[in-house]
């Protein structure tokens, strides 16, 4: 394989492990707010690469358990209020791990709990979820909780039929999806409808054609994929277009060999890690975005991520 082409593996797992012992850099404290979500990004990108042990589970669960809160959601950090989508990186940590029973031992009918503190954000007149008591609404909460609930296997809590009626009308006359109905399309509201409706069991309801064709004209002409129509490629959208791409079975409808090596060159050869276009600062955002994408493009030596 010629050089340009070699994912510099080692690098990112180094690059992944640093970054909890950056505590002295000014960018550690501002991204507080990402905590959980941050660990999640970094040890999924760790499983990808083969490399699952890099991050020591037992400290894992411990930080994990530490933004736990009575009422069943998680915050970003210790001491921050339980959101959405804090609660989502926490579940979906503890499935990675398979540590449903380290939460039992550590908080009785924690799984229960959970399940029913995101129930609790689904309006169930129309469907949506909230991703806090503050009350706003966002199909990416709704996209959360049903991936939440499925993995814990707790689906039946919430209305899912108004929430994929929800969904149902967030579809624009394109065949993509927009933030709420009437918004404007866009790739990452298209990886979390038609997640939600892949979820809900109801892909029956997607235009696949027309949605399919929507997708793979995100490829620019670098090989690189954008958001929407007249945006710049970045590498985290060959997660949300690729992944939605793989749930429609049409992955071969983008170029794989020149998204591939757009992602490459997105790499820091030296330090490791991802950036969002070549030349750019890395973060673990990107990083783990751009190592899904690899992974779905089936790059050798990843393993195989399931889109959903
Ligand atoms: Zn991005």
């Known amino acids: 394989m010629p050089p340009e082409m070699q994912l510099c593996v080692e690098k990112h797992v180094k690059y992944i492990q640093s970054l909890d012992t950056r505590k002295d850099e000014l960018e550690y404290w501002l991204t507080e707010h990402l905590r959980l979500n941050g660990l999640y990004w970094g040890l999924t990108a760790l499983h990808l690469l083969g490399h699952p042990e890099a991050l020591p589970r037992a400290a894992v669960l411990e930080f994990v358990f530490s933004c736990l809160h009575q009422s069943g959601g998680f915050g970003a950090a210790p ?8 609660t989502v990186s926490g579940v979906q940590i503890l499935a990675t791990l398979d540590a449903f029973d380290d939460l039992e ?43 939440a609930l499925s993995l814990m296997d707790l689906l039946f809590l919430v209305d899912l039929e108004n929430a994929v009626s929800h969904v149902q009308s967030c579809a624009n006359f394109d065949g993509a999806y927009g933030t709420s109905p009437g918004a404007e399309s866009h790739s990452g509201q298209v990886f979390t409808c038609v997640g939600a409706l892949t979820i809900a069991g109801r892909r029956d309801l997607v235009d696949e054609e027309k949605l399919g064709v929507w997708l793979s004209e995100r490829q620019l002409k670098n090989g690189g994929l954008n958001g929407r129509p007249e945006k710049k490629e970045d590498v985290c959208y ?5 992944s939605s791409l793989a749930m429609l079975d049409k992955l071969h409808w983008i170029d794989s060999e020149k998204l591939t090596s757009f992602i490459l060159q997105c790499q820091d050869p030296e330090l ?11 973060d673990v955002f990107h990083t ?16 195989e991520v399931d889109p959903v």
């Open 105 to 147: 031992a550590h908080m009785e009918g924690g799984r229960l709990k959970i399940g029913q503190y995101i129930a609790s954000l689904q309006n169930t007149e129309t469907g949506t979820f909230a991703g806090d008591e503050w009350g706003e609404q966002d199909t990416r909460f709704l996209y959360g909780a049903l991936n």
């Open 79 to 86: 001491g921050h209020d339980a959101h959405m989508l804090y």
């Open 272 to 282: 490791g890690g991802l950036a969002d276009r070549p030349g750019d600062a890395v």
């Open 288 to 303: 783990i975005f751009g190592i899904a994408g690899l992974s779905l493009l089936k790059y050798p030596g990843l393993i």
């Open 238 to 242: 060959s997660w949300w277009v690729m």
